[in-house]
């Protein structure tokens, strides 16, 4: 399955999406504005699934690359209305003018991203707020413009207090509301493209370009995944993008090339390091990847003590003995990222960007929850 997380910050869509995709599924985890971005980058690297890629773009750019997908989520920009709640910002920008922008812009970034469904694809159409312009009118415009087909969804729990369609009609659409439902608002409906289901057409390049490509990589060293960092080195081809180097799932890397031509790609596969000159520099990627192989690293383990510290980006004092060069941390045997030990002092290596900020330590046991 090649999925599509439009709108995917801060990523907690895309990780529950991720883990209940088939293995060997691809998800394209999008995010149009640049700050946010970031943050849905970390997440997903957080994750440590290599099957992804993070872009930042509009849904008119993923229009002109042509990538087809068998599933695209919308969770599109809205008023907000199912925030009010606990939310009294939500409240204060609320207005009439605003609920019209966002159906208008709502039916626009469904209309650009519509050619990047495969026929017989699922969208999956969600907002956080209530007012049926943005809800159910939104769907009724997409069945009849568009000509999709409304699914319905079978064996939903009626303990969730689902409520359906509010204006009338036979659409069918979930409504989360609260009070009866528990959690906050959301509204959602699930649509087919028509047309026959296809296989073909992933947005791989086309030979000509492909040809192009490879006369020009030809010329430059191929890199290469240093011997015995992951877990799988054959199921992996080595990128070069600047001085870092990815390791990407062979089975989708024309995929990859194809996104890499005409999107915005963040992140890809697994950021193996980073080269300054001296040899590879081990990145948090690797660290955190379900693909790493530990034991090709000195390991330290951590006190709870010592792994806030880490992740507060603190000097961390490693124990007598430990090898020279790059150590993974570990904490309860899960690896939290690297140290650069130079023997009379560690560097940490944790991302800068990505460091606890709050000086608060919670106490009690602490327990990493085991997957």
């Not at 980073?274 to 690293?297: H, M, R, V, W, Y």
């Not at 951590?302 to 806030?308: G, P, V």
Request: a negative charge; glycine letters at 8%; proline letters at 5%.
């Amino acid at each position: 399955v090649m999925m599509l997380d439009l709108c995917a910050a801060p990523g907690g869509k895309s990780t529950c999406l991720r883990a209940a995709l088939p293995e060997g599924s691809l998800l394209f985890s999008n995010e149009p504005m640049r700050t946010r971005s970031q943050i849905l980058a970390e997440n997903i690297q957080k994750f440590g699934h290599p099957d992804m890629i993070v872009t930042n773009n509009y849904p008119r750019d993923y229009k002109k690359s042509k990538l087809q997908f068998d599933i695209i989520l919308t969770d599109v920009p809205c008023s907000g209305e199912g925030m009010f709640r606990k939310d009294d910002g939500a409240i204060e920008e609320w207005s009439l003018q605003n609920v019209e922008d966002c159906w208008k812009l709502q039916r626009e970034i469904v209309s650009d991203i519509w050619n990047c469904l495969k026929p017989g694809g699922i969208l999956i159409y969600s907002t956080c707020t209530f007012n049926a312009h943005e809800d159910e009118e939104n769907i009724a415009w997409i069945c009849e413009e568009l000509e999709a087909e409304p699914i319905t969804l079978h064996d939903v729990e009626s303990s969730w207090n689902i409520t359906g369609n509010l204006i009338g009609s036979d659409i069918p659409v979930y409504r989360f509301l609260p009070g009866k439902t528990k959690g906050e608002g959301i509204f959602l409906a699930v649509l087919r493209k028509s047309g026959e289901q296809e296989d073909a057409a992933t947005g791989k390049e086309n030979k000509k370009e492909k040809k192009r490509k490879d006369k020009k990589g030809s010329k430059a060293k191929a890199p290469e995944i240093p011997s015995g960092w992951l877990k799988d080195n054959d199921g992996f081809t080595a990128v070069c993008k600047g001085d870092a180097t990815y390791a990407i799932p062979t089975s989708w890397k024309e995929i990859y090339d194809a996104a890499d031509q005409h999107l915005k790609v963040i992140h890809a596969g697994i950021k193996l390091g980073t080269d300054k000159g001296k040899g590879l520099i081990p990145d948090q990627s690797l660290a955190l990847s379900t693909k790493l192989n530990k034991e090709a690293f000195p390991q330290v383990e951590l006190s709870y003590e010592d792994a806030i510290r880490y992740l507060r980006k603190e000097a961390v004092n490693l124990p007598e003995g430990t090898p020279k060069g790059y150590v993974l941390v570990t904490y309860r045997q899960k690896p939290l990222g690297w140290e650069k030990n130079i023997g009379n002092r560690a560097n940490n290596l944790y991302p800068q960007e990505w460091k606890i900020k709050s000086s608060h330590v919670p106490e009690g046991n602490n327990h990493v929850i085991n997957s």
